[in-house]
């Protein structure tokens, strides 16, 4: 069972910046895997914010790039996001997502609160 602890959510004033970080348990950094970072705001569904794959290919949504990057330490089974330029509408539970394809099986942290307002 792989469990996915988040960690780094707080309250940041507009233009701030905050590191979201992912610990993963058991050996998913081992095998192939994507791992990535979704978020949900009051009201709104939950949506993609980042991905990156074993090979560190990455992917992002539209409204975040340029502004936030995705990491990955294998060694420390890790993932990270970086949050720069944060605005108001950057708003949102942050969801940690690990997906191993070759399994058709996608964990689930329990999210980290970040607001941001002044």
């Known amino acids: 069972q792989v469990q996915l602890a988040e960690s780094g959510g707080g309250l940041v004033q507009p233009g701030g910046s905050l590191r979201l970080s992912c610990a993963a348990s058991?050996?998913?950094?081992?095998?192939?895997?994507?791992m990535g970072w979704y978020r949900q705001a009051p009201g709104k569904e939950r949506e993609l914010v980042a991905v990156?794959?074993?090979?560190?290919?990455?992917t992002y949504a539209e409204s975040v790039k340029g502004r936030f990057t995705i990491s990955r330490d294998n060694a420390k089974n890790t993932v990270y996001l970086q949050m720069n330029s944060l605005k108001p509408e950057d708003t949102a539970v942050y969801y940690c997502?690990?997906?191993?394809?070759?399994?058709?099986?996608?964990?689930w942290g329990r999210g980290t609160q970040v607001t941001v307002s002044s």
């Open positions: 997502n690990a997906k191993i394809p070759e399994y058709d099986v996608t964990y």
């Open positions: 058991g050996s998913i950094f081992s095998i192939n895997n994507v």
């Open positions: 990156i794959t074993n090979a560190g290919i990455t």
